[in-house]
């Protein structure tokens, strides 16, 4: 993928065929996208988009490498895989889509409660404005920007603080940018610098990594918490 990146015009395609859910753009968990090729995530390290995948039949003979006449397995649907470099204009389906993942964690302000704090606080606590703030100030053109979960924790610090976290999950999604895991990284600092502007961050889990690369159809199924939310009659 590498060598065929360097060559590729800009309207050129790669086209790469691949058994049965050997790419690994469809799988449902990240079990079953590590036993794959992960063939998205190899081509995004090279600036590379998966723009499509489409069905093909095998025409030519299958024999393994060492020409011993034994023909290899495709599996029920073998797929063709067509990679473009990023024209801004290439859009992928979200079904093939390359994702990473991270947790930001948001301080509830004290007066959280009694509707003294300022409308945006509010906003980016209640859901309404934060994906806005990603979408809009923190990702490139091309880069989807979701948050399809989120959670309150109450924290004890060891020094008898006692307070509240709202959790957001948030995912980057390639639709006409690919997805690596060092972009993604910067694209989470420019969300926690823009977002601590408006609403404190908890400080212990500012700079984490982003997860590695995966296809979208594993974000739901992966999230292991849903929409627990605030409740401002809380104490």
Same mark, same amino acid.
């Given at each position: 993928m590498?060598?065929?990146?360097?060559v590729?015009s800009?309207?050129g395609?790669?086209?790469?065929?691949?058994?049965?859910g050997?790419?690994?753009?469809?799988?449902?968990?990240?079990?079953?996208?590590?036993?794959s090729?992960?063939?998205?995530m190899?081509?995004?390290?090279?600036? %590379?988009?998966?723009a499509?995948?489409?069905?093909?039949?095998a =025409?030519y003979? %299958?024999?393994?490498?060492?020409?011993?006449?034994?023909?290899?397995? %495709?599996?029920?649907?073998? *797929? *063709?895989?067509?990679?473009?470099k990023?024209?801004? &204009?290439?859009?992928?389906?979200?079904?093939?889509q390359?994702?990473?993942?991270h947790? %930001?964690?948001?301080?509830?302000?004290?007066n959280?409660?009694d509707?003294?704090?300022?409308? &945006?606080?509010?906003? &980016?606590l209640? /859901?309404?404005?934060?994906?806005?703030? &990603?979408?809009?100030?923190?990702?490139?053109? /091309?880069i989807?920007?979701?948050?399809?979960?989120?959670?309150?924790?109450? @924290?004890?610090?060891g020094?008898g603080?006692h307070?509240?976290?709202?959790v957001?999950?948030?995912?980057?999604c390639?639709?006409?940018?690919?997805?690596?895991r060092e972009?993604?990284?910067?694209?989470?600092?420019?969300?926690?610098l823009?977002?601590?502007?408006?609403v404190?961050l908890?400080?212990?889990?500012?700079?984490?990594?982003v997860s590695?690369?995966?296809?979208?159809?594993?974000l739901?199924?992966?999230?292991?918490?849903?929409h @627990?939310?605030l409740?401002r =009659? *809380?104490?």
């Amino acid at each position: 993928m590498s060598s065929a990146a360097t060559v590729l015009s800009p309207a050129g395609e790669i086209h790469v065929a691949l058994c049965d859910g050997q790419g690994g753009c469809s799988a449902r968990t990240l079990q079953e996208w590590r036993g794959s090729w992960t063939a998205s995530m190899l081509a995004a390290d090279n600036g %590379l988009l998966l723009a499509r995948v489409f069905p093909y039949d095998a =025409t030519y003979n %299958l024999s393994s490498h060492r020409g011993v006449d034994r023909p290899f397995k %495709l599996g029920p649907n073998p *797929m *063709m895989h067509v990679f473009v470099k990023p024209n801004g &204009i290439v859009e992928a389906p979200r079904d093939i889509q390359l994702c990473c993942r991270h947790e %930001l964690h948001v301080v509830v302000p004290s007066n959280y409660n009694d509707g003294e704090d300022d409308t &945006i606080s509010a906003g &980016i606590l209640d /859901g309404d404005i934060l994906r806005g703030i &990603i979408q809009h100030r923190c990702v490139p053109d /091309g880069i989807r920007a979701e948050v399809p979960a989120r959670k309150i924790v109450d @924290v004890h610090d060891g020094d008898g603080s006692h307070y509240r976290v709202a959790v957001f999950l948030v995912a980057y999604c390639g639709e006409r940018h690919h997805v690596t895991r060092e972009l993604a990284d910067r694209w989470r600092e420019n969300v926690e610098l823009e977002v601590s502007r408006h609403v404190p961050l908890r400080e212990n889990r500012r700079g984490r990594t982003v997860s590695r690369p995966f296809p979208y159809p594993a974000l739901y199924p992966e999230i292991k918490y849903r929409h @627990v939310w605030l409740d401002r =009659t *809380m104490s």
